[in-house]
């Protein structure tokens, strides 16, 4: 009878194919990362939802600096912008994490004055 050839070594291929699926997904998500004009490290929080596009955003960062749909704006200006607005609006907020909390509230406060009630304060998904 003859011996069977043993077979020395690992197999490569498989550890090829798996590097390369781990590759190509980090290149596919790599592509959907946002990148924002305004830098902000928004909150993460496990009910978060994916919500169209809003009309109006005002956002916060981290140094106090306000904006409204992208533009910067001191408060006296965007509490004349906010006065635009009619009671139906639909307003987004957008804090960052760092931010002073009283300079969330003062938006906050300033919608509700406006008797705005459609109010979305976004966040990020957490993963």
Not at 30 to 53: M, N, Q, R, Y
Not at 78 to 105: M, P, R
């Amino acid at each position: 009878m003859r011996a069977l050839k043993r077979v020395e070594g690992i197999n490569v291929v498989p550890l090829i194919d798996v590097v390369l699926v781990l590759l190509a997904i980090v290149l596919t998500i790599s592509t959907f990362v946002a990148s924002g004009a305004i830098k902000l490290d928004l909150p993460k929080a496990a009910s978060a939802k994916e919500t169209s596009a809003q009309k109006i955003e005002i956002a916060v960062n981290e140094s106090g600096e306000m904006f409204w749909n992208g533009k910067a704006m001191q408060r006296v200006e965007l509490i004349q912008a906010i006065s635009t607005l009619k009671s139906d609006a639909s307003v987004s907020v957008l804090g960052d994490k760092k931010a002073f909390f009283n300079d969330f509230i003062f938006i906050l406060d300033r919608l509700k004055l406006q008797g705005i009630e459609k109010i979305s304060i976004v966040t990020k998904r957490d993963a």
